[in-house]
């Protein structure tokens, strides 16, 4: 059965506004047209990715994208991203860590977890503007129709 091919929505956890918007005007002049559903809290985004009743069925036909920050005002990136791998309708969707956290058990921990990207934040705005085109590029393989 052929699957029609739908664009993949970007969730994007981060609680810093400054860096959200950074984030979001790099994806879009990476040329990634995605849409972008923001979340400043670990809670609004378990809530929209698992559903009020928390099973995450509501996302069992949604193509998505995780970007997820570790430092949230109210749990951390380690414990959404334990959640989504965990349950079986988000375990398979990609999760892009991009944080400023670089302890090397911090980011092992996330790959053990099942991240598919760990990207450290720089402060120098030119690496992060090339993180995000090479994520532009992730964005844009993601889009491929499956095939039957």
């Given amino acids: 059965?052929?699957?029609?091919?739908?664009?993949?929505?970007?969730?994007?956890?981060?609680d810093d506004a400054g860096h959200a918007r950074l984030i979001e005007k790099n994806i879009r002049r990476a040329g990634v047209n995605n849409p972008i559903v923001a979340f400043g809290t670990g809670t609004d985004a378990l809530v929209h990715l698992f559903g009020a009743?928390?099973?995450?069925?509501?996302?069992a036909g949604?193509?998505?994208?995780i970007l997820l920050d570790l430092n949230l005002p109210d749990m951390t990136g380690v414990s959404?991203?334990?959640?989504?791998?965990a349950n079986a309708h988000?375990?398979?969707?990609?999760?892009?860590?991009?944080?400023?956290?670089?302890?090397?058990?911090?980011?092992?921990?996330?790959?053990?977890?099942?991240?598919?990207?760990?990207i450290t934040k720089p402060v120098d705005y030119e690496g992060f503007a090339n993180a995000i085109r090479q994520?532009?590029?992730?964005?844009s393989v993601m889009q491929v129709p499956e095939t039957a």
């Fill in 1 to 14: 059965m052929a699957q029609e091919s739908r664009p993949v929505t970007i969730v994007m956890i981060e």
């Fill in 53 to 59: 009743d928390g099973s995450g069925e509501v996302s």
């Fill in 62 to 65: 949604r193509h998505l994208l």
């Fill in 80 to 85: 959404i991203l334990e959640k989504v791998k």
């Fill in 90 to 118: 988000t375990k398979r969707t990609p999760v892009i860590v991009l944080t400023t956290t670089d302890d090397e058990r911090e980011i092992q921990r996330c790959y053990d977890l099942g991240a598919n990207v760990y």
């Fill in 135 to 139: 994520l532009g590029l992730f964005f």
